[in-house]
């Protein structure tokens, strides 16, 4: 994984700098543009730092329209965008594939006229007008984080049962009971229409399973790290309790969970402990480094394309015909925001 050092070297943004960028320091005023390339080269750094590609091209080059969800800036509010988006890049590159970016229009997508693609990535979630026009380009269309059309396409999507999962069970089995959920109580599905936080949901069902739910730790925040700030800080002065762990639906909610807990003179993980949901590159270089539910987003990226290269227009091979859904089986990184609750370390001590 790339160091704050690497990153300043790589960007010739103070070290200092970065770190203010990567906890979204409300005090610190920085352009998207210095925000894009500090997250871009986190990525491409942790990726030159562990991933080797040679002889992994096709022998013949392909070309495949790219659907993003989100346009760039909004990807600098949910870095995970960004990062899906630039790991199918490196993958292409890797592969010798031709990427051409789609442009969101009023009706869908459009690209030049003389351009014919081999098949598209669709990056997130689209309404069914927009998944219409996707397929107009081409038929050979790859979901990536939604399977909005599984009798026609392919999609790669995270198992977040699983995850969800992972994460309590580890909480419970150092100690934990009393633990809170931070996200929205409502997201959009795959069809874009809003639905209930899968997250959110799937914490509840399992702590219910538990014995141990508890309403008064939910705290409902958008997928934000200001907004999350400002809604535990607020939570924390009217003097509502606290659970002595929180699970976030992604990384903005546990960077701004963080910042509110500091500024109102609480510890992580020494007070409160923090599972964030995710795992990109930031988890690793902010402070404290994240213990995270990792979706695997280079692997994720990496079976999408894949999944594109083998419903292309043969050209003296072998064409797969019937789409398929890869699940992604997530797994929880250990690192610095978890530890056991204050109360079972002071009792292991008074009884050792």
Not at 54 to 62: A, V
Request: proline fraction near 6%; glycine fraction near 6%; hydrophobic fraction near 40%.
């Amino acid at each position: 994984m790339a160091t704050l050092k690497e990153l300043a070297a790589y960007t010739g943004v103070s070290a200092a700098a970065i770190s203010r960028i990567l906890n979204n320091d409300p005090t610190m005023s920085v352009s998207e543009g210095t925000r894009a390339r500090v997250l871009e080269a986190a990525g491409k750094l942790n990726y030159a730092a562990t991933k080797s590609r040679k002889g992994r091209s096709l022998k013949c080059t392909l070309r495949i329209g790219l659907a993003e969800m989100l346009s760039p800036v909004e990807q600098l509010d949910d870095p995970y965008y960004l990062y899906l988006k630039s790991f199918v890049g490196e993958e292409c590159t890797a592969r010798k594939i031709e990427v051409c970016p789609l442009h969101q229009t009023e009706h869908g997508f459009a690209y030049p006229e003389e351009t014919t693609l081999d098949g598209v990535i669709a990056i997130g979630i689209f309404t069914r007008g927009q998944i219409a026009s996707l397929r107009e380009r081409s038929d050979n269309v790859v979901f990536l984080d939604s399977s909005p059309d599984e009798l026609h396409s392919d999609s790669v999507v995270i198992n977040f049962r699983l995850g969800i999962e992972t994460a309590l069970s580890h909480l419970f089995a150092i100690g934990h009971t009393r633990i809170g959920f931070i996200g929205p109580e409502e997201k959009l599905d795959d069809w874009k229409q809003p639905a209930p936080e899968l997250r959110r949901t799937l914490f509840i069902r399992y702590m219910r399973q538990r014995g141990s739910y508890d309403a008064q730790y939910l705290l409902t925040a958008p997928m934000n790290a200001g907004a999350t700030a400002a809604r535990l800080r607020a939570h924390i002065q009217k003097g509502a309790p606290l659970p002595t762990a929180y699970l976030t639906a992604n990384e903005e909610n546990a960077i701004g969970a963080v910042r509110a807990l500091r500024e109102s003179g609480l510890r992580v993980p020494e007070d409160v402990s923090i599972i964030s949901f995710n795992d990109t590159p930031l988890s690793e270089l902010i402070e404290p480094p994240l213990t995270s539910v990792s979706t695997h987003l280079r692997e994720m990226c990496a079976t999408a394309v894949r999944l594109v290269t083998e419903r292309a227009p043969a050209r003296g091979r072998e064409q797969r015909i019937l789409p398929q859904k890869v699940v992604i089986p997530p797994s929880l990184v250990l690192r610095d925001s978890v530890a056991p609750p204050a109360d079972c370390i002071k009792s292991e001590m008074q009884n050792g």
